[in-house]
């Protein structure tokens, strides 16, 4: 602590010269009269630099896969996660496109932020639904899907799924029931349904799971035959260690960033430059990279 003693005739006086020397964070500690005036003793608390964080730090406190945190010391972040992970972009152009996960993971809102997307650039995507447990599932799409002007079709079973796809090649996009990917029957229904329309399959799976459980998730869903990842709630998880862990240990193209609650601007391309800006962020998650 800087300590120092100012005299003037004047309170006022005194003040402005402890501001013009040490500034509006000054402390007044002292003051009395001073024969010719008064007299105040002011301090003023060095800055305490915040320690700087280690690439180490960053990664334990993201819990990054123990695999790719020998790799990731060197401190290139985007370079090594281009490397290390598979990139893509999702096939909405030639193929119908199912929207996989576990529940709540931000399924049906992907699908609307897809749509609004294909529609902004000047395309009609056919909107499919297949769930047909869940209450209140299919009026919410609905809901979102009478914004775009766009007409929502519902068709569990996969021939009516075939039928529903469009004969002219324009997008088709599905939202499918949340899932248990460890049980057999729910994995062979959504197998089934990619195979009746020749879709792809892209697994939407929440970050800020734990990273051995976002693994699994990601294995198991592979398995069922999803070929793509798409991250959701970017915008409020701080760490990355489930989506890294899902990534690499099912070799799932990273393809689209959930960051926010919008739908025309709440879904960005998820690259190696992305995850490697959110690497270095410890703390509450900006909404963009």
Sequence with gaps: MRLKLYRAATVPQAMALVRAELGSEALILNTRRWYEGVELTAALEPATPLPARGHADMLSYHAVPATMRAALAGGDFAHTLDRLLTFSTLPLANRPLLLAGPPGAGKTLTVVRLATRLTLAGQ?????????????????????????????????????????????????????????????????????????????????????????????????????????????????????????????????PLAEAGIGPGAANGLVPLTAAFLAARLMQIGTPHHAP
Excluded: C
């Design 124 to 252: 009609r995507p056919t909107i499919v639904t297949t769930d047909d447990a869940k209450a209140g599932a299919t009026e919410q799409l609905l809901a979102l899907t009478r914004l775009l002007h766009l007409p929502l079709t519902e068709a569990s079973e996969p021939l009516a799924l075939s039928r529903a796809a469009p004969r002219d090649g324009s997008p088709m996009l599905i939202d499918t029931p949340g899932i248990d990917p460890f049980d057999p029957a729910q994995s062979d229904r959504l197998r089934s349904q990619a195979s009746a329309v020749g879709g792809a399959i892209a697994l939407v799976l929440p970050a800020g799971l734990d990273p051995n459980e976002s693994a699994d998730l990601a294995l198991s869903f592979a398995a069922a035959g999803a070929a793509f990842l798409v991250a959701t709630r970017l915008d409020i998880a701080r760490r990355l260690g489930g989506i890294l862990a899902a990534a690499e240990a099912a070799h799932l």
